[in-house]
């Protein structure tokens, strides 16, 4: 059953031969596109090697694994417009831990998610690597929410 013209509308970036890199922080490019399961409880996991960001203080560069993992309601997030989102970052200072607050935030606000969780695997810097986790969950996923953020610090110790 492929997608129809309505179910695809609103997804612009997809395709474009002449994609724009945003060089400051641009939540308006992200796109969503129709779940077309939303009555399954599915997970779905981004994996974004890439992201780089700047240190607010210095202005060097940060550089990280991130790991989006979300279970969709009605939207989803469409994969070239959140890659554009990620590369906004690339001139953004701020710490770690509020870009991965930040795109949990902007993404929570885009597709209205069921639960979403977004991990940050920092490179060290001077010794010390930081992995800051933030999550989110509807009324009927706040169980999963506390587990998972249990889960997270359990995994770090």
């Known amino acids: 059953m492929s997608r ?7 997804v612009t970036l997809l395709g474009d ?34 992201f780089t960001s700047l240190c ?20 989803m997030v469409e994969s070239k417009s959140l890659k554009l989102y990620l590369f906004s970052f690339r001139n953004h200072g701020d710490f770690h831990e509020d870009c991965i607050n930040i795109i949990m935030k902007d993404l929570v606000k885009l597709m209205e998610p ?14 010390i690597a930081i992995y800051p986790f ?3 969950a509807d009324e009927a ?10 889960a997270q610090m359990n995994h770090c110790i």
Request: a negative charge.
């Open 56 to 75: 607010p203080k210095t202005g060097q560069p940060d550089f990280a694994k991130i790991i989006i993992n979300y279970i969709p309601g009605e939207r």
């Open 4 to 10: 129809t013209e309505n179910e695809l509308e609103g």
């Open 114 to 127: 069921r639960y979403l969780e977004v991990v940050g695997i920092f490179t060290p810097r001077g010794g």
């Open 141 to 150: 996923h706040q169980e999963m929410k506390q587990a998972r953020l249990v």
């Open 134 to 136: 933030a999550n989110y």
């Open 17 to 50: 031969k002449k994609t724009v890199y945003p060089t400051d922080y641009a939540p308006q490019v992200l796109e969503t596109f129709v779940n077309k399961h939303p009555e399954n409880d599915y997970l779905v996991t981004l994996n974004c090697p890439e």
